[in-house]
């Protein structure tokens, strides 16, 4: 802490507090020569100290991103010649079985490759996000169905009571992989089976924590929900699961892209993601789409207005 006799020092650290733990920062000086006392002032500097952290996960992401984006970018162009190549070669190759057989294994690994890409894209925000009136649970009846092949019967799914008026402005395609990519989380967090809930509904925020862009959130949104009663996801991890890559499955089972996408997503609509997750008490997943152009805001310091950003953004209550 740079402490000398006589000198100004500064320095940080943990305190053990009775209501929790608080982040210090001690400014003073010591007492004199000889003395072993010394005068100063604690602050408590624990918000400060939380969202430094979460701008330098925000930063972080952003960057991976860029990474993620260029690499993803090329991969794709290389991807298209070799999909381009093998419809050539299909077409010469005719009926002989084993070479058949052969084209279909490439053209599955393209595939899956593509799909990678997709992911990797949709996070980086390097994919054309085409906007139309959507209303959210006509989105969840559509993954409802979805879900019946993908979760097995141990898994029982549950519907809010979603408000059938509401429509958002939103990519369908992304929304609907966003929310797909919960889903299987969820099962996979549930492997003895479980619930899983699903909802839309208008919410009013009051300051939460945004798990994509680190900021308060507060204002009135669209709020899509997958609610799993799983395993919960540790306090430590919560931080680092939506890096790409970040996965805890085994090898093959996953890799780690699906909730990178989820934030590609969610930052494209200009939206935000919270999560309420206790282990062992089953974890809440929010996509929070803007309700209303300008009715957008945050708690954190004046980021200019949510007014610019929400400009052609609109989430609508249908008149039907
Ligand atoms: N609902 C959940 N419950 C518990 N843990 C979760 C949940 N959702 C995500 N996680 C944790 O977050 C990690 C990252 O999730 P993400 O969807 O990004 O990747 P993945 O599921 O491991 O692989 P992929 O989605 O690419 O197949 C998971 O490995 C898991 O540890
Ligand atoms: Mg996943």
């Keep these: 802490a740079g402490r000398h006799l006589g000198q100004p020092f500064e320095c940080e650290g943990w305190w053990q507090a009775a209501g929790g733990r608080r982040r210090i920062r001690i400014r003073g000086r010591s007492a004199g020569p000889g003395d072993l006392g010394m005068l100063g002032l604690v602050w408590n500097v624990t918000r400060e100290h939380a969202f430094q952290v979460r701008l330098t996960q925000s930063e972080?992401?952003?960057?991976?991103?860029?990474m993620a984006g260029g690499l993803a970018h090329d991969f794709n162009n290389h991807l298209a010649v070799l999909v381009g190549n093998l419809e050539l070669l299909d077409a010469a190759v005719g009926r002989e079985p084993g070479v058949r057989r052969r084209l279909d294994t490439i053209d599955r690994t393209i595939t899956a490759a593509t799909a990678l890409v997709r992911s990797l894209l949709t996070f980086a925000r390097r994919r054309t996000v085409e906007m139309e009136s959507i209303r959210p649970t006509e989105l969840?009846?559509?993954?409802?169905?979805?879900?019946a092949s993908l979760l097995g019967r141990q898994i029982r799914v549950v519907r809010d009571a979603g408000d059938a008026a509401l429509v958002v402005d939103a990519s369908r395609e992304q929304l609907q992989n966003a929310l797909l990519n919960l889903c299987v989380n969820a099962r996979d967090a549930m492997p003895d089976g479980g619930e899983l809930t699903l909802g839309a509904a208008a919410v009013a925020i009051a300051c939460e924590h945004c798990r994509i862009c680190g900021e308060e959130v507060t204002g009135s949104f669209v709020a899509i929900s997958v609610r799993d009663s799983g395993a919960g996801i540790p306090l430590a991890l919560q931080e680092r699961i939506f890096?790409?890559?970040?996965?805890?499955?085994?090898?093959?089972?996953?890799?780690?892209?699906?909730?990178?996408?989820?934030a590609g997503c969610v930052t494209s609509h200009q939206g935000h993601l919270l999560l309420d997750s206790t282990p062992g008490g089953g974890s809440c997943f929010r996509i929070l789409?803007?309700?209303?152009?300008?009715?957008?805001?945050?708690?954190?310091?004046?980021?200019?207005?949510?007014?610019?950003?929400?400009?052609?953004?609109k989430a609508i209550v249908a008149s039907a």
Excluded: W, Y
């Design 60 to 66: 972080k992401l952003e960057s991976l991103g860029r």
């Design 243 to 262: 890096e790409p890559f970040f996965t805890t499955k085994a090898e093959g089972q996953g890799t780690g892209l699906g909730l990178a996408a989820v």
């Design 140 to 147: 969840l009846d559509e993954l409802h169905e979805m879900l």
């Design 289 to 313: 789409l803007p309700f209303t152009q300008g009715a957008v805001g945050d708690c954190s310091s004046g980021a200019g207005s949510g007014a610019a950003t929400a400009v052609g953004r």
